[in-house]
Antibody, heavy 118, light 110 residues
Framework: EVQLVQSGAEVKKPGESLKISCKGS????????IGWVRQMPGKGLEWMGI????????RYSPSFQGQVTISADKSISTAYLQWSSLKASDTAMYYC???????????WGQGTMVTVSS | QSALTQPASVSGSPGQSITISCTGT?????????VSWYQQHPGKAPKLMIY???NRPSGVPDRFSGSKSGNTASLTISGLQAEDEADYYC??????????FGGGTKLTVL
């Protein structure tokens, strides 16, 4: 079964760092781009960026460039999204998703809820 | 880049048809045939319903169809069913080699 499994919910304080993960299985992880999508509470989907695990080519939405870092470790079929200094406004559900050929996301992780509160 | 424009809400009765619009610019929707539609039920991850404007992934009912004219894409759901009640999001590839989502539309089945 093709699936993406994300790491569990996190509760952090402002200023702390965080790295969440997305592990792919059931397909060739290095052959598909993995994207990250933010959904703030009660709000819509926002595209953050995307990485090609085969060579770590990465692209960011202008809104998230410099705010987060996307990386991947192809040896363990895992993509990451990280923050160096969290803010309360980073509180959201974060989804990873596999990009199929035509710039659509066909497989989604279950989501990781990140709560940032003092 | 600005989010694509969708109506906040639409509604319809079981058996009826509804259409959700998604308006962008020539740098996204109008410039590429890479418009997708996603369905999201409360508390669940989004699900791909339409890709490349009008193609359905395996397993998606043919009641769901997509189209595009100029800078506006549309999702039509015919023969509405109770389980279609959900949020729907469009997305498009952009000239910046990124992806932009629409603001989302809440579909209510009356």
């Amino acid at each position: 079964e093709v699936q993406l499994v994300q790491s569990g919910a996190e509760v952090k304080k402002p200023g702390e760092s965080l790295k969440i993960s997305c592990k792919g299985s059931g397909y060739s992880f290095t052959s598909y781009w993995i994207g990250w999508v933010r959904q703030m509470p009660g709000k819509g989907l926002e595209w953050m960026g995307i990485i090609y695990p085969g060579d770590s080519d990465t692209r960011y939405s202008p809104s998230f460039q410099g705010q987060v870092t996307i990386s991947a470790d192809k040896s363990i079929s895992t993509a990451y999204l990280q923050w160096s200094s969290l803010k309360a406004s980073d509180t959201a559900m974060y989804y990873c998703a596999r990009r199929s050929g035509p710039w659509a996301f066909d497989i989604w992780g279950q989501g990781t809820m990140v709560t940032v509160s003092s | 880049q600005s989010a694509l424009t969708q109506p906040a809400s639409v509604s319809g009765s079981p058996g009826q048809s509804i259409t959700i619009s998604c308006t962008g610019t020539s740098s996204d929707v109008g410039g590429y045939n890479y418009v997708s539609w996603y369905q999201q039920h409360p508390g669940k991850a989004p699900k791909l319903m339409i890709y490349e404007v009008s193609n359905r992934p395996s397993g998606v009912p043919d009641r769901f169809s997509g189209s595009k004219s100029g800078n506006t894409a549309s999702l039509t759901i015919s023969g509405l069913q109770a389980e279609d009640e959900a949020d729907y999001y469009c997305s498009s590839y952009t000239s910046s080699s990124t992806v932009v989502f629409g603001g989302g539309t809440k579909l209510t089945v009356l």
